[in-house]
């Protein structure tokens, strides 16, 4: 089955650091366009971040500089280090797969179910 | 920046219903377009791309019409589990994809 599952999140202070994971099954990561996408309770979707299959990475202008996406291609997993964490970043994080190799090409298809960041002091 | 444009924010209709919801981008995207349904604390799920292709498993009375800058989502017949918000999303300028503010159905 084709799956992502989010852990990682919780309460942090402002200022502080989070490390999120996102475990993918039944597909490679590695062969995706694997983004992060977020939601602020009450909000809309906001895209935060993409790894590509080849490796280069982008970021939304509201966390460049502090937060850092990657995957370990032996774990098939997915990260997003948030590190300098501000209120506004609390949100939901969703991890979500577009594919490259098939339709619906580079539309996000698979989401995890999401992971809730809080941060307050 | 693609910004997309969602109306109505809200549509209050009836069950069996016809509904319209509107995406306009402030730019050409293309058909590089696509709409996500999203349930109360669920994650959003993927209805139609590239404009008009439903998604696998997405039932026929969902679909899905325009080209660069006017598109629309049609659902032609409410049920009840339609009664939620529906996002539209742009692919056109990877990795600077877009999405709307949201369009909520619910109940009249």
């Known amino acids: 089955e084709v799956q992502l599952v989010e852990s990682g999140g919780g309460l942090v202070q402002p200022g502080g650091s989070l490390r999120l994971s996102c475990a993918a099954s039944?597909?490679?990561?590695?062969?995706?366009?694997m983004s992060w996408v977020r939601q602020a309770p009450g909000k809309g979707l906001e895209w935060v971040s993409v790894i590509y299959s080849g490796g280069t990475t982008y970021y939304a202008d509201s966390v460049k500089g502090r937060f850092t996406i990657s995957r370990d291609n032996s774990k098939n997993t997915l990260y997003l280090q948030m590190n300098s964490l501000r209120a506004e970043d609390t949100s939901v994080y969703y991890c979500a797969r577009a594919p490259t190799e098939r339709d619906p090409y580079y539309y996000m298809d698979v989401w995890g179910k999401g992971t809730t960041v809080t941060v307050s002091s | 920046e693609i910004v997309l444009t969602q109306s109505p924010a809200t549509l209050s209709l009836s069950p069996g219903e016809r509904a319209t919801l509107s995406c306009r981008a402030s730019q050409s995207v293309s058909s590089y377009l696509a709409w996500y349904q999203q349930k109360p604390g669920q994650a959003p799920r993927l209805l139609i791309y590239?404009?008009?292709n439903r998604a696998t498993g997405i039932p026929a009375r969902f679909s899905g019409s325009g080209s660069g800058t006017d598109f629309t989502l049609t659902i032609s017949s409410l049920e009840p589990e339609d009664f939620v918000v529906y996002y539209c999303?742009?692919?056109?300028?990877?990795?600077?994809?877009?999405f709307g503010p949201g369009t909520k159905v619910d109940i009249k």
């Open positions: 039944g597909f490679t990561v590695s062969s995706n366009y």
């Open positions: 999303q742009q692919r056109s300028s990877w990795p600077w994809i877009t």
């Open positions: 590239d404009a008009s």
